[in-house]
């Protein structure tokens, strides 16, 4: 089976085949008649064990649009709750015959553990600290969209990187495509020896956006720093929320992006989030593209995509 576990082992024709099948994938979403029969009698189950309301949902759509019969597991409310493992929930599962398992866990490796234990495809949607491939990838694809390439082109990823799994495989990704990648933040917000990504690093807003071509914030992940640095949202906001004044030092048509969830006022200005140019609502529409991507790529037997 084929599984999309991360970024990392993918190359650039994989990447520029899953693009140019997201690009189709958008013309069907914009349509009156939304749904396709390619994935007619597979089944997909989106197992979730952290929050998220854009890659659940867009997977969701993504799998209906496609024909496939989806359903989501409400962790929440099974028997997770009375202590049963991660293996033990997705094997029961597995039982069940799906063709394909969408993943998102709070640890590193989740969805690689799971790949080797069933026997379906396996697809993660996050895991820790690690990956999170399917949103570069819909990243990658508005970018490409608006900029027509993705090589040489200049990208600021900032903020809190240390615990970002979306900086990670975005650095992956955009790297293997030819880009530059800056990344700025406090030096309490990244992880030890971030140059060996092949990232230029940066400590000031100022210099880290001169000339970008893209602003790439993240999301400051307070829950993820249970005992250790918490900065003062206030004193973040000064030295690293993106308002019209830091903006001002990369390019005039600039991207602005951001995965979701934002906490307006903590890492980006409201005016900039909803401003001329910003892109963060694109994201999302690609999101569901790019998925239906993924999908087709891994369950389709006939298909001419790249090989995950
Ligand atoms: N960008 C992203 O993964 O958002 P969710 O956590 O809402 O899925």
């Known amino acids: 089976h084929r599984h999309l576990l991360g970024i990392k082992g993918l190359t650039e024709q994989d990447i520029t085949l899953l693009l140019d099948r997201a690009d189709e994938a958008v013309k069907i979403s914009r349509q009156r008649e939304k749904k396709t029969s390619s994935l007619r009698g597979l089944t997909q189950i989106n197992l979730f064990f952290e929050a998220s309301t854009r890659t659940q949902s867009s997977f969701e759509l993504a799998g209906k649009r496609l024909g496939a019969d989806v359903m989501n597991m409400s962790v929440g409310n099974s028997s997770v709750k009375k202590g049963e493992t991660l293996i033990d929930t997705a094997m029961t599962l597995n039982a069940m015959h799906p063709d394909v398992l969408v993943v998102r866990h709070a640890s590193a490796g989740a969805a690689a553990l799971l790949a080797q234990k069933v026997s379906c495809s396996v697809v993660n949607a996050g895991d820790g600290q690690h990956e999170h491939p399917t949103q570069a990838l819909l990243d990658a694809l508005t970018i490409r969209r608006a900029k027509g390439k993705l090589s040489r082109i200049i990208v600021a990823i900032c903020g809190d990187v240390l615990h970002s799994r979306?900086?990670?495989?975005?650095?992956?990704?955009?790297?293997?495509?030819?880009?530059?990648?800056?990344?700025?933040?406090?030096?309490?917000?990244?992880?030890a020896g971030i140059e060996q990504m092949g990232v230029e690093v940066y400590r000031s807003m100022a210099e880290g956006l001169k000339d970008a071509?893209?602003?790439?914030?993240?999301?400051?992940?307070?829950?993820?720093?249970?005992?250790?640095?918490?900065?003062?949202?206030?004193?973040?906001?000064?030295?690293?929320?993106?308002?019209?004044?830091?903006l001002k030092a990369a390019k005039d048509d600039a991207l602005v992006m951001h995965p979701g969830p934002m906490n307006r006022g903590v890492e980006i200005a409201s005016e900039i989030a909803d401003g001329p140019q910003s892109v963060i609502e694109q994201q999302v529409e690609m999101g569901v593209a790019v998925r239906m991507a993924v999908m087709e790529t891994?369950?389709?037997?006939?298909?001419?995509?790249?090989?995950?």
């Open 213 to 246: 071509d893209v602003v790439m914030m993240l999301r400051l992940q307070r829950e993820r720093m249970a005992g250790s640095f918490v900065p003062s949202v206030r004193e973040y906001f000064h030295y690293y929320g993106l308002d019209a004044e830091k």
């Open 298 to 308: 891994l369950l389709l037997s006939q298909n001419q995509g790249p090989r995950l």
């Open 166 to 191: 979306v900086a990670r495989s975005n650095i992956l990704l955009l790297n293997q495509m030819g880009a530059r990648v800056r990344v700025v933040a406090p030096a309490t917000l990244l992880p």
